[in-house]
């Protein structure tokens, strides 16, 4: 990362360099705990997009499946095939 910095073109007035340092100089170790409640809100968007993308799959099989018994009563019985055991 330090070496993407170091390539980066200074701004206008060439003080890029100079406001990192005064940001760095600012940053504050995370609470306790963050992290956790981050990853666990992530994973609950994945389970829920997970759950949501499951229950729409098995809908459209189910509503394939009843177009087809739907289909095949209309047609009526078939006759059996020749030589199918």
Do not use: C, H, N
Request: proline share 8%; no cysteine; aromatic share 6%.
């Amino acid at each position: 990362m330090s070496d993407d910095r170091e390539r980066r073109p200074p701004d206008e007035d060439g003080r890029t360099g100079e406001a990192i340092a005064e940001l760095a100089a600012l940053r504050e170790p995370a609470p306790a705990g963050f992290l956790d409640r981050v990853r666990g809100s992530i994973q609950r968007r994945l389970l829920v997009a997970q759950t949501a993308d499951f229950s729409l799959r098995v809908l459209a099989q189910t509503m394939f499946e009843y177009l087809t018994a739907v289909v095949d009563a209309f047609r009526g019985p078939q006759p059996p095939k020749q030589g199918s055991d």
